[in-house]
T-cell receptor
Framework: ETGVTQTPRHLVMGMTNKKSLKCEQHLGHNAMYWYKQSAKKPLELMFVYNFKEQTENNSVPSRFSPECPNSSHLFLHLHTLQPEDSALYLC??????????????FGPGTRLTVL | AQSVSQHNHHVILSEAASLELGCNYSYGGTVNLFWYVQYPGQHLQLLLKYFSGDPLVKGIKGFEAEFIKSKFSFNLRKPSVQWSDTAEYFCAVSGGYQKVTFGTGTKLQVIP
């Protein structure tokens, strides 16, 4: 248990559905991240939030829409996804300080399948 | 831009064998370096990290890594692996205040 929880753990959706992934961190961190993990590809950073402000959008298609209502919660809203979006979506948090990036704590991920 | 290269995609070892996983990065300035591990069915977790100081870093479960600046490398080592070390290992780099960039990962299979 890392202090980062994600729900749901598994999600199957059609291309016309709208769903949301939820992430919550109990570590008091000030930065949260969404990553996409696909087979045989590097872990892809999608979005970064510092103190609830989005600081990075790594050329992610608009069918993925993040939301960070406070520093403990992070959502990823999904709509009109494609089958190639099927992957493991990981949430992480860290404490960003003056010295730069500290280690990230990862949640268990949501296994998404788009039919 | 920073990048990370892990040369071995799949490594198979017998128990008690020594392990070395290669990691090379490209970035011109000061870097923070990480090794993460993902055991089957579990979340990614930090194995060890290098920020500054002694280039030989010791982590959990007997793992260590050596930062060789001249070679842009941060190889992971363990003198004697166990079956429980079967997992996927990811090298990651962060240059200055930049985002963390991960390698493609190396799957380690330890045969009893």
């Amino acid at each position: 248990e890392t202090g980062v929880t994600q729900t749901p753990r598994h999600l199957v959706m059609g291309m016309t559905n709208k769903k949301s992934l939820k992430c919550e961190q109990h570590l008091g961190h000030n930065a949260m991240y969404w990553y996409k993990q696909s087979a045989k590809k590097p872990l892809e950073l999608m979005f970064v939030y510092n103190f609830k402000e989005q600081t990075e959008n790594n050329s992610v298609p608009s069918r993925f829409s993040p939301e960070c209502p406070n520093s403990s919660h992070l959502f990823l809203h999904l709509h009109t996804l494609q089958p190639e979006d099927s992957a493991l979506y990981l949430c992480a948090s860290s404490q960003r300080g003056a010295g730069g990036l500290n280690e990230q704590f990862f949640g268990p991920g949501t296994r998404l399948t788009v039919l | 831009a920073q990048s990370v290269s892990q040369h071995n995609h799949h490594v198979i070892l017998s128990e008690a064998a020594s392990l070395e996983l290669g990691c090379n990065y490209s970035y011109g300035g000061t870097v923070n370096l990480f090794w993460y591990v993902q055991y089957p069915g579990q979340h990614l977790q930090l194995l060890l990290k290098y920020f500054s100081g002694d280039p030989l870093v010791k982590g959990i479960k007997g793992f260590e890594a050596e930062f060789i600046k001249s070679k842009f490398s941060f190889n992971l080592r363990k003198p004697s692996v166990q079956w429980s070390d079967t997992a996927e290992y990811f090298c990651a780099v962060s240059g200055g205040y930049q985002k963390v960039t991960f390698g493609t990962g190396t799957k380690l299979q330890v045969i009893p």
